[in-house]
């Protein structure tokens, strides 16, 4: 599986938009990616994924870049419940092992 | 619906000893992984199980070892353990191993060696 690449930390005003990158420049084709975020000492919590197109859920937005090659999740609008290691995976299945790295720790300020 | 369950929550142990990790799948998963993850880096791989066979297997010594019960539950048995052990063990599932559906992680068991 590819590897991904994440600022190791990040600031956020509370009630404003939180945009975390992630560099996944070795994607292959039929690779999706994968969004986690882990708040402290909890397991990780699965957020979003998507292949090519952008993705919405209730929790976030995924805009993947038209090569592919990177991908921002967005928070729109960011609460302090939001702080957390936030993941960003490639993989062919999101059911499978799945490569963590050190994700980027986003901190939402009051 | 309950979520992933994991037994126990904490558990202390020495050096040398053995220890049993327990995990529970949401209803109707069939696939259970466990990861490893030490303080301050990612959770790591070690095992995934499928309909009772192992499917995957991280870079872990052979003091690990897991298996399914027909129930679909896993146990993670490491042995001899180390002070390097000492970490969150963390079981996720899924439906299946191939799936693009997502794994669900339960909170995990601290376990600390001493």
């Known amino acids: 599986d590819a590897k991904t690449t994440q600022p190791p930390s990040m600031d956020c005003a509370e009630g404003r938009a939180a945009n975390l990158p992630c560099n996944h420049s070795?994607?292959?084709?039929?690779?999706?990616v994968y969004w986690y975020r882990q708040i402290h000492s909890q397991g990780p919590q699965y957020i979003i994924h998507?292949?090519?197109n952008n993705e919405t859920n209730e929790m976030a937005s995924l805009i993947i870049t038209e090569d592919r090659k990177s991908s921002t999740l967005i928070l729109p609008h960011a609460t302090l419940r939001d702080t957390a290691v936030y993941y960003c995976?490639?993989?062919?299945?999101?059911?499978?092992?799945?490569?963590f790295g050190t994700g980027t720790r986003l901190t939402v300020i009051p | 619906d309950a979520g992933v369950t994991q037994s126990p929550t904490h558990l202390i142990k020495t050096r040398g000893q053995h220890v049993t990790l327990r995990c529970s799948p949401i209803?109707?998963?069939?696939?259970v992984s466990w990861y490893q993850q030490v303080l301050g880096q990612g959770p790591q791989f070690i095992f995934q199980?499928?309909?009772?066979?192992?499917?995957g297997r991280g870079n872990f010594p052979d003091r690990f070892s897991a298996r399914q019960f027909p129930n679909y539950s896993s146990e993670l048995n490491v042995n001899a353990l180390l002070l390097g052990d000492s970490a969150l063990y963390l079981c996720?599932?899924?439906?299946?191993?191939?799936?693009?559906?997502?794994?669900?992680f339960g909170p995990g068991t601290r376990l600390t060696v001493l």
């Open positions: 996720a599932s899924s439906l299946g191993p191939d799936s693009t559906d997502t794994q669900y």
């Open positions: 070795t994607i292959s084709g039929n690779e999706y």
């Open positions: 998507g292949l090519k």
């Open positions: 995976i490639v993989s062919k299945t999101g059911a499978n092992n799945l490569f």
């Open positions: 209803s109707g998963h069939k696939s």
């Open positions: 199980y499928y309909e009772k066979e192992e499917r």
